[in-house]
């Protein structure tokens, strides 16, 4: 782990095993910390604060750089492990790290730019400033499924706001943690500045919780464990953002272009085996498309090639794990209890070389009602569930009927339509006739239960910054 500047062991001198999810192979071992290691950290973070928070926002710019251009000079080296431990299809997890990269250099630039204003003032002798300043130690928990583009995502905007930020990667995917953070090291930011621990996720969460020094909370991850933060954040009043859970509605209008919906649609769902917080989880056809849609996109799903993501021929990859599985498997045979058809998939697949991996065949559902668990949950796994509608106020009021607020896609020819129906969809991100939502450039974030604060953009930035007023008698 990264701890002030150097690579240590957990204090436990335990380690735990990493799984490549095509094959149960073991990809290596991380050191298995615990609350000891995270105290450590938060000391080091906590003294490596101050110093940080006064450099200068271009000598932090500089440093920043460093760590892109160094993630990208080892892009081969981390895309492979990050297929090796989550599973994504190669030429995925090279876009990945390019992403990670490229949060990195535009948080650099950005936090050259958290600027202070001059306030008109009411009272003649007065004058009133404000600046922006660093919230403090920050604390990072990553989910799996970008294992370094959310770190970078994060961390990024935290260091260029001049934070301190201590990192817990995801168990599954804790050696691209490290990979992220190596590059961070070498980079040559100052000891104590980024810090990295793997391990066990409750006992590392607790001592973050419990210790007032770490200022904000910064979780990507499930609506369950995002609550449990937040509660727990309470105690010291920290700063939350929560990246959560979603169950995105996609929904094509009569008028809609049936090809660029589909081809929308497989990109968004079945892109990293369907396990994006901003997946269409449930996807509304007008009834007079229905026929034509459920055709043509059960011949695509059909075609799709699953396997191992270092196989150039793959279209899907495996699930993170054996319980994945299990939930996609959960959601579709309560949708087949409940009436729902299946036209292609519907299974686990345990041929030949599949068999020691946890893979689940691309899945189209037909005849699927709002009671199943499928279109009230997020199933994170490859299954297209198909709802039919009749009019536009009966979508969006369905489309909004859920705890849920991430993302939302709309496929129209109708441009008065869409403003008025993307306006009144109650989701942080809207596509319109596009599944391409997340920009380093653009505020990422839910309504709702999907989450609290923005990251990405301005916004994200905004978020590790406290802003102070200063009243001059003059
Ligand atoms: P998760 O179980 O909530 O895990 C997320 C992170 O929290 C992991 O690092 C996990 O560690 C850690 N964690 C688990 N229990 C904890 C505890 N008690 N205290 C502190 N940390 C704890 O989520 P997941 O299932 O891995 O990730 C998938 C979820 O993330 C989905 O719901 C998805 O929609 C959501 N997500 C949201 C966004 C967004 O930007 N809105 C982006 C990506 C994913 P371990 O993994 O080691 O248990």
């Not at 790290?97 to 950005?110: D, L």
């Not at 400033?129 to 799996?144: H, S």
């Not at 010291?236 to 929560?242: A, D, E, G, I, P």
């Not at 270092?310 to 409940?338: F, M, W, Y």
């Amino acid at each position: 782990m990264l701890i002030n500047g150097e690579w240590i062991r957990a204090a436990s001198h335990h380690s735990f095993a990493v799984y490549n999810p095509a094959n149960g192979a073991v990809v290596g071992k991380a050191p298995a910390g615990s609350a000891d290691d995270a105290i450590l950290a938060i000391n080091a973070a906590d003294a490596a604060f101050s110093e940080w928070a006064e450099t200068p926002a271009a000598k932090r710019a500089a440093i920043l750089r460093r760590a892109g251009d160094l993630l990208l000079s080892r892009e081969e080296r981390i895309s492979q492990l990050i297929t090796l431990e989550a599973g994504k299809l190669l030429r995925a997890s090279r876009k990945e790290v390019s992403a990670a990269a490229e949060f990195i250099y535009w948080y650099a630039e950005e936090g050259r730019r958290s600027y202070g204003e001059w306030i008109p003032d009411p009272l003649p002798d007065r004058r009133l400033l404000t600046i922006r300043q660093p919230v403090g130690v920050v604390a990072v928990i990553t989910p799996w499924n970008f294992p370094a583009y959310m770190i970078a995502r994060t961390a990024a905007a935290a260091l260029a706001a001049g934070c301190t930020v201590i990192v817990k990667p995801s168990k599954q995917t804790a050696l691209t943690g490290l990979a992220v953070a190596r590059a961070f090291a070498d980079a040559g930011i100052p000891p104590g500045v980024f810090n990295l621990v793997t391990g066990d996720p409750n006992a590392i969460g607790n001592a973050f919780l419990d210790d007032a020094r770490v200022r904000k909370i910064s979780f990507t991850g499930s609506i369950e464990i995002g609550k449990q933060l937040m509660s727990g954040a309470a105690k010291s009043v920290k700063r939350v953002t929560l990246e959560l859970g979603g169950n995105a509605p996609f929904i094509v209008l009569s008028d809609a272009d049936l090809e660029k919906a589909i081809e929308g649609l497989m990109a968004a769902k079945f892109g990293n085996a369907g396990q994006m917080c901003i997946a269409p989880n449930r996807v509304f056809v007008h009834s007079s498309l229905l026929d034509a849609f459920l055709e043509r996109m059960s011949l695509k799903v059909a075609q799709l090639k699953v396997g191992s993501g270092l196989d150039p021929g793959t279209d899907v990859g495996p699930l993170i794990n054996n319980s994945a599985v299990k939930k996609v498997e959960s959601h579709v045979n309560d949708a087949i209890d409940k009436g729902a058809r299946v036209l292609v998939g519907g299974h686990r697949l345990i041929e030949g070389t599949l068999a020691s991996g946890s893979f689940y065949a691309p899945t189209v559902l037909a005849d699927v009602t709002s009671d199943m668990r499928i279109a009230q949950e997020e199933t994170f796994g490859p299954v297209a569930p198909v709802i039919a509608f009749e009019d536009d106020e009966e979508v969006i009021e369905r489309a909004n009927n859920t705890p849920y607020g991430l993302a939302a896609y709309l496929y129209t020819r109708d441009l008065k339509k869409a403003i008025r129906i993307a306006e009144r969809l109650e989701s942080g991100l809207i596509g319109v006739n596009d599944t391409r939502i997340a920009a380093v450039e653009g505020p990422f974030g839910g309504f709702k239960q999907s989450g609290i604060g923005r990251e990405g953009g301005h916004d994200g930035l905004a978020s590790f910054l406290e802003t102070k007023e200063i009243a001059f008698r003059v």
